[in-house]
Nanobody, 124 residues
């Protein structure tokens, strides 16, 4: 089982930037699809971005396309989410997640490995 620990959240003004990190355990980091989701109270966990296993293919939700980038540092077993031009509607708890296959990677229920989440708050 992959273990995930997020960090890097915080309070930022609209238009600012934050970089989230997700430290992972295990030897199979590069073999997993890694993703970021976010959640606000009373709403379902929402897909933000994903990077495919053993490659550089990425995918983003329309709401963050052009503002967020996702990357992984294999040597550090770490996943990143660089968030630029932040908006108040980006305020949420952000989670990283991992799964061994690409099936349904945009669906939160397809993942069984999650971090504890990190709060991102964007003030207007």
């Amino acid at each position: 089982q992959v273990q995930l620990v997020e960090s890097g959240g915080g309070l930022v003004q609209a238009g600012g930037s934050l970089r989230l990190s997700c430290a992972t355990s295990g030897r199979t980091f590069s073999a997993y699809v890694m993703a970021w989701f976010r959640q606000t109270p009373g709403k379902e966990r929402e897909f933000v971005a994903a990077v495919m296993a053993r490659g550089s293919d990425t995918d983003f939700a329309d709401s963050v396309k052009g503002r967020f980038t996702i990357s992984r540092e294999i040597a550090q077993n770490t996943l990143y989410l660089q968030m630029n031009s932040l908006k108040p509607e980006d305020t949420a708890v952000y989670y990283c997640a991992a799964k061994p296959t690409t099936n349904g990677y945009r669906n939160f229920y397809a993942y069984d490995a999650w971090g504890q989440g990190t709060q991102v708050t964007v003030s207007s």
